[in-house]
T-cell receptor
Framework: AQTVTQSQPEMSVQEAETVTLSCTYD???????LFWYKQPPSRQMILVIR??????QNATENRFSVNFQKAAKSFSLKISDSQLGDAAMYFC??????????FGAGTRLTVKP | NAGVTQTPKFQVLKTGQSMTLQCAQD?????MSWYRQDPGMGLRLIHY???????DQGEVPNGYNVSRSTTEDFPLRLLSAAPSQTSVYFC???????????????FGPGTRLTVL
């Protein structure tokens, strides 16, 4: 079964600085999607960014970008110019052509003013 | 569009009681699912459905039932609540690409359930 591992339970960043959240996954599939979801204290799950495995180019969404290393099965999230509103739990998720979406345990990000 | 809606937002039950968590989506998505979120464990799949009349078990199905009579609705039933079912429950939906490949999921606001 596919597994998703987030090795950093908690991270902290100074406002306006850059932080990188790590994620690794295990799969034998060649075609799949990877996602980062944000969960603020409101507990709403918000999609931050997604990456299709067949695309070599790393996805970017404004201040959010990923470093996708397919051979290493690594999918890190970089947040640039961190803002107070970025403070949240961040979940890495994997989905293949099948039905199930697998989530990591999450990383709690604190942003210090 | 309202997206994915869930009711109630909060619920307290006594051990042995039953209840149904409601979930509805207005995006005509084929795929719907239920997750539970526990501290330090991310989201774990309880049950899912790929269309009306079709449901299947996920990672942690015991103690829960589902049905899918319409595309829009996917209720989750707790048959006899236990303290181990204290959790936050999320309903989600997604659309297919090319008929079989499923992309991102859209989540409801969640239900916080406490079983005493």
């Amino acid at each position: 079964a596919q597994t998703v591992t987030q090795s950093q339970p908690e991270m902290s960043v100074q406002e306006a600085e850059t932080v990188t959240l790590s994620c690794t996954y295990d799969t034998s599939e060649s075609d799949y999607y990877l996602f980062w979801y944000k969960q603020p204290p409101s507990r709403q799950m918000i999609l931050v960014i997604r990456q299709e495995a067949y695309k070599q180019q790393n996805a970017t969404e404004n201040r959010f970008s990923v470093n996708f290393q397919k051979a290493a099965k690594s999918f890190s999230l970089k947040i640039s110019d961190s803002q107070l509103g970025d403070a949240a739990m961040y979940f890495c998720a994997y989905r293949s052509g099948g039905n199930d979406m697998r989530f990591g345990a999450g990383t709690r990000l604190t942003v210090k003013p | 569009n309202a997206g994915v809606t869930q009711t109630p937002k909060f619920q307290v039950l006594k051990t042995g009681q039953s209840m149904t968590l409601q979930c509805a989506q207005d995006m005509n998505h084929e795929y719907m699912s239920w997750y539970r979120q526990d501290p330090g464990m991310g989201l774990r799949l309880i049950h899912y459905s790929v269309g009306a009349g079709i449901t299947d078990q996920g990672e942690v199905p015991n103690g829960y039932n589902v049905s899918r009579s319409t595309t829009e609705d996917f209720p989750l039933r707790l048959l006899s609540a236990a303290p181990s079912q204290t959790s936050v429950y999320f309903c989600a939906s997604s659309y297919s690409v090319a008929g079989t490949v499923y992309n991102e999921q859209f989540f409801g606001p969640g239900t916080r359930l406490t079983v005493l």
